[in-house]
């Protein structure tokens, strides 16, 4: 058997701004090309299997026009005899107790099997797949798990799977990330230890870049998101073919909008203009593509630059978008004529941080709305937070 194992395709995704922009309405597409190109990729490799690890869609409340999009793709795959087997994410899940989410209605539709544990008295059970419902589905002789995102609860349900027997090929699909990060969404490797050797293959989502993470015996695959929910995400990003015959994992890039990143590191003296400048003077800005820009700039030195102008300067000149992400780094003779806002200070501390440094601005941002909310909006305000860090 041949098993296509993808993840996080983030359908219906629009990027903020004007929905109008070019940019927007590329953008919005770029999602769908990436996953049609999976669906293609499969369908033209005869694979039998199309393992989908959360996030099929960006938002929990769909346009018709995104649902309309993901039908006809899921259709195609249909169409070719390929049975796709998913679960939900973090975007996809739902809140109230109706349990009804938009893989609720693809899977009604007969496009995927989606797989949920069950919950009785307390205790957690996978029953086998009844056409409906169902924590595991049997082709031949592997049997496919699946766990969709559950938050701070993720461990008591992998360890309702230390039971299983040997008399299977077994496959596990797992929304979740996996770190020492003490939040919501995260697990640690210490929770995989009661499955150890179990899983012939586990298929992880809700990372957006590749990675292939090693515990015990088992390998966790994650494949990352086909695009780039976020710009400063990694390139590596794509899907798996897993052949269980030859017991073979093969790796393959996705099809995405190209991405082109430059650095730029200021001194205490030097002109931005003249260096952002120079950074195109060798190779003119390309048509369609995205940048992202990072500027170093030594901690206490004042930007006294409107950035989003250098940001409009390169779009004007062709690309799709430009993003400057903008970091001060350590300088011991800090010249304090210009002192920093507490901002400023706030963001290049947690830049700084192992953990949250990549996310520093929503870290920020966070923390400045966080000062002057209520109660209620603090709520708001931490879980877009999470969300954001967890993607
Ligand atoms: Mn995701």
């Known amino acids: 058997m041949r098993i296509l194992h993808c993840s996080d395709l983030h359908l219906g995704r629009k990027v903020s701004g004007s929905i109008y922009s070019d940019y927007f309405k590329e953008r919005y597409q770029d999602f769908f090309k990436a996953f049609k190109y999976i669906a293609d990729f499969a369908i033209s490799k005869n694979v039998d299997v199309l393992m989908i690890s959360g996030d099929i869609f960006d938002k929990k409340d769909l346009s018709p026009d995104t649902l309309e999009k993901a039908e006809e793709i899921f259709k195609s795959i249909k169409d070719a005899g390929i049975r796709t087997i998913a679960i939900e994410g973090n975007h996809d899940r739902?809140?109230?107790?109706?349990?009804?989410?938009?893989?609720?209605?693809?899977?009604?539709?007969?496009?995927?099997?989606?797989?949920?544990?069950?919950?009785?008295?307390?205790?957690?059970?996978f029953d086998p797949w009844d056409g409906k419902k169902g924590g595991y589905f049997e082709?031949?002789?592997?049997?496919?798990?699946?766990?969709?995102?559950?938050?701070?609860n993720f461990p008591e349900y992998i360890k309702a799977l230390s039971e299983l027997d040997d008399d299977h090929r077994n496959i596990m699909l797992i929304h979740t990330g996996i770190g020492d990060l003490k939040m919501p969404g995260f697990v640690s490797s210490k929770d995989f230890e009661c499955i150890d050797g179990k899983f012939s293959y586990i298929a992880g989502g809700h990372l957006h870049?590749?990675?292939?993470?090693?515990?015990?015996?088992?390998?966790?695959?994650?494949?990352?998101?086909?695009?780039?929910?976020?710009?400063?995400?990694?390139?590596?990003?794509?899907?798996?073919?897993?052949?269980?015959?030859?017991?073979?994992?093969?790796f393959f890039e996705s099809y995405r909008r190209k991405k082109i990143e430059k650095h730029l590191r200021l001194t205490q003296d030097s002109n931005l203009e003249e260096n952002f400048m120079r950074l195109f003077s060798e190779s003119a800005v390309?048509?369609?593509?995205?940048?992202?820009?990072?500027?170093?700039?030594?901690?206490?030195?004042?930007?006294?630059?409107?950035?989003?102008?250098?940001?409009?300067?390169?779009?004007?000149?062709?690309?799709?978008?430009?993003?400057?992400?903008?970091?001060?780094?350590?300088?011991?003779?800090?010249?304090?004529?210009?002192?920093?806002?507490?901002?400023?200070?706030?963001?290049?501390?947690?830049?700084?941080d192992k953990n949250f440094g990549s996310h520093s601005r929503s870290v920020t941002q966070a923390i400045d709305m966080l000062k002057s909310a209520n109660d209620s909006d603090a709520f708001e305000i931490l879980d877009k937070l999470f969300e954001d860090l967890v993607k």
């Open 94 to 125: 739902i809140f109230d107790f109706e349990n009804v989410s938009w893989l609720e209605y693809l899977k009604n539709k007969s496009y995927i099997v989606l797989l949920r544990p069950s919950v009785r008295n307390g205790e957690v059970f």
């Open 139 to 152: 082709i031949e002789d592997t049997r496919f798990y699946g766990v969709g995102y559950q938050g701070i």
């Open 209 to 250: 870049s590749k990675s292939i993470q090693k515990i015990g015996k088992s390998s966790i695959f994650i494949p990352g998101s086909p695009e780039y929910w976020d710009i400063r995400e990694s390139d590596q990003k794509g899907f798996f073919v897993y052949d269980t015959q030859r017991e073979s994992v093969e």
């Open 286 to 352: 390309e048509k369609g593509a995205m940048y992202l820009i990072n500027i170093e700039i030594p901690f206490g030195v004042p930007l006294n630059s409107d950035l989003s102008e250098y940001e409009s300067f390169v779009e004007k000149s062709g690309a799709l978008n430009c993003t400057i992400n903008l970091r001060q780094i350590e300088n011991n003779q800090i010249d304090n004529e210009s002192p920093m806002s507490i901002q400023e200070i706030e963001n290049s501390i947690i830049s700084k």
